[in-house]
């Protein structure tokens, strides 16, 4: 019985992420989000409370599988610059591997105010991984000492968000993956101790 409820709840997240992807959240219905779950609009309310749980939660157990995997990629790094690249290219692979959770989040998170606290966790989530590596690099002489860390990470953060978000308008047409190590590289050579 737990195992079909799992497989359930997760259907309809996904559902729920390809309506508010396609129609965005204020014009997306339960009756769309149960329609494409092949569900009975009640049974929405056996597992969320109303549309805006169901973005909260949809919102929740996408970045977790995407902080568990960037987590992981930044552990096989062995240097400030190796976790650096490895973060960013796994935040976009992510992203570019589940379009729905690219679309919603960089076209419809931000401005919900209903949320703004979930997003503030993912930022601050994302920028304490962030510090770890800036302090990394700070430490292993590949980065300066003289950088305001608080400003490089809403630097990284604000161009990682700025190419999804192009790549998103763009209708996902090209491999966002490709666009990592470029950034990085820009990145680096603003930072590089010298």
């Known amino acids: 019985m737990e195992k079909s409820k799992s497989e359930?709840?997760?259907?309809?997240l996904n559902s729920a992420g390809a309506v508010f992807a396609e129609h965005g959240f204020y014009k997306a219905t339960i009756s769309q989000i149960a329609a494409r779950a092949g569900v009975a609009d009640g049974t929405l309310y056996l597992y969320f409370?109303?549309?805006?749980?169901?973005?909260?939660?949809y919102l929740s157990f996408k970045i977790g599988l995407v902080f568990e995997k960037m987590n992981a990629a930044v552990a096989k790094g062995t240097d400030a610059?190796?976790?650096l690249r490895n973060m960013i290219r796994c935040h976009l692979e992510e992203f570019q591997r589940d379009q729905n959770m690219a679309i919603v989040f960089q076209s419809e998170?931000?401005?919900?105010?209903?949320?703004?606290?979930?997003v503030k966790?993912?930022?601050k989530t994302y920028f304490?991984?962030?510090?770890?590596?800036?302090?990394?690099?700070?430490?292993?002489?590949?980065m300066r000492q003289d950088l305001f860390v608080g400003l490089v990470k809403?630097?990284?953060?604000?161009?990682?968000e700025g190419v999804i978000t192009t790549w998103v308008n763009a209708h996902c047409r090209y491999d966002l993956g490709t666009m990592a190590d470029p950034l990085v590289d820009l990145y680096m050579a603003g930072v590089r101790e010298v």
Not at 8 to 12: A, F, S
Request: neutral net charge; without cysteine.
């Open 49 to 57: 409370k109303n549309k805006d749980d169901i973005l909260y939660q």
């Open 154 to 160: 809403r630097f990284i953060l604000g161009a990682v």
């Open 128 to 142: 304490d991984l962030l510090s770890d590596i800036i302090e990394q690099g700070q430490i292993e002489g590949s």
């Open 81 to 83: 610059e190796s976790k």
């Open 121 to 123: 966790d993912i930022s």
């Open 109 to 118: 998170v931000r401005y919900l105010r209903d949320i703004k606290s979930q």
């Open 8 to 12: 359930k709840y997760h259907k309809i």
